[in-house]
């Protein structure tokens, strides 16, 4: 049996030994796991999963006009992401507020508009692999800058939502009594201040996974962890641990059968949303077992 064990264990650990591109790769996706899929859960929890993946294609005018200014900059395309997300979210809450519209109707039409015009920037003034490598990154591509900004953004982020995660709390689940209490920070201010969170994270994770893959990473592992546990606690981090999990499988496979990164991480954490859906306390198979005895 070690004798098995043994070489299928060195030949999972031997890329991430042998190459740094799968060191930096590995530690990038393991910090977005910490930051980004928490996030998500919060999204899940409070109804607005659309808004993230809105707001992941809302990004890309910004990352494109960052583009046309400083080339392949990731400084230069990560503030136009972080300010044209922003300027989206915003609009869009103007919208609702202002018109007869909801704020998910007004995402929806913003981030459309928003993505037609970013691949038109892009594609007008760069080449097809620009466009690729920013629509769907490259998790073995991440430089010593990119890893510096997506691990800054995921200490940050992690900090922050400890910081908030009281009135967070509060404000998903109790906004009545949140907006009452007159001690406490208003409302907005929790709604923003997440907001900017869910922001940061889809820049920080468009070079990595790309602008159209970016959301994957937080949303599909939140997806899940609500199918095994019911409290809140257990859901952030069984969100984080999936994450990780989907993201060491996907560079994996991706070195081993040379498919795209990005793609091939979320297609791990799609498989094990699908094996969520099959076995987790509140996925299919135990749902059709308590039935089938009941009425037995």
């Known amino acids: 049996m070690d004798m098995l064990i ?47 993946d809105a707001l992941s294609h809302a990004v890309l005018p910004g990352v494109a006009i960052g583009f046309m200014v400083g080339g392949l900059s990731l400084t230069a395309m990560a503030l136009g992401g972080v300010l ?37 920037l892009i594609a007008r003034h760069g080449t097809q692999l620009d466009l690729l490598h920013i629509l769907f990154g490259s998790a073995l591509g991440v430089d010593a800058s990119g890893l510096l ?36 920070v208003p409302p907005w201010v929790w709604q923003q201040g997440f907001l900017m969170l869910v922001v ?31 409290t809140l606690p257990a859901q952030l981090r069984n969100a984080s641990l999936q994450a990780a999990v989907a993201g060491v499988a996907g560079l994996l496979l991706s070195y081993h059968f040379d498919t795209p990164s990005g793609p091939t991480i979320i297609g791990c954490a799609g498989a094990l949303y699908a094996i969520s859906l099959l076995l987790a306390p509140g996925g299919w198979l135990p749902r059709w077992w308590a039935t089938s005895h009941r009425v037995a």
Do not use: C
């Not at 997300?85 to 915003?90: Q, R, S």
């Not at 400890?162 to 001690?183: C, I, K, N, Q």
């Open 6 to 52: 043994g070489p299928v264990w060195d030949a999972l650990l031997a890329p991430f030994a042998e190459f740094a591109f799968m060191r930096r790769a590995l530690v990038a996706t393991l910090a977005l796991s910490l930051s980004a899929a928490p996030l998500g859960v919060f999204l899940t929890l409070r109804r607005m999963s659309l808004l993230g």
């Open 84 to 120: 044209a997300g922003m300027l989206v979210a915003g609009i869009a809450g103007a919208v609702s507020r202002f018109t007869a519209l909801k704020e998910d109707a007004s995402l929806a039409a913003i981030y459309l508009v928003a993505l037609a015009l970013g691949v038109t």
């Open 149 to 184: 900004l997506v691990a800054g953004v995921a200490t940050a982020s992690v900090l922050a939502l400890a910081l908030m995660y009281r009135g967070l709390v509060l404000e998903t689940f109790d906004p009545v009594f949140l907006s009452a209490h007159r001690s406490s």
């Open 200 to 230: 940061l994270n889809l820049v920080a994770g468009f070079q990595t996974l790309g602008t159209l893959m970016a959301v994957g990473l937080m949303m599909l592992p939140a997806v899940s962890a609500r199918l095994w546990h019911d």
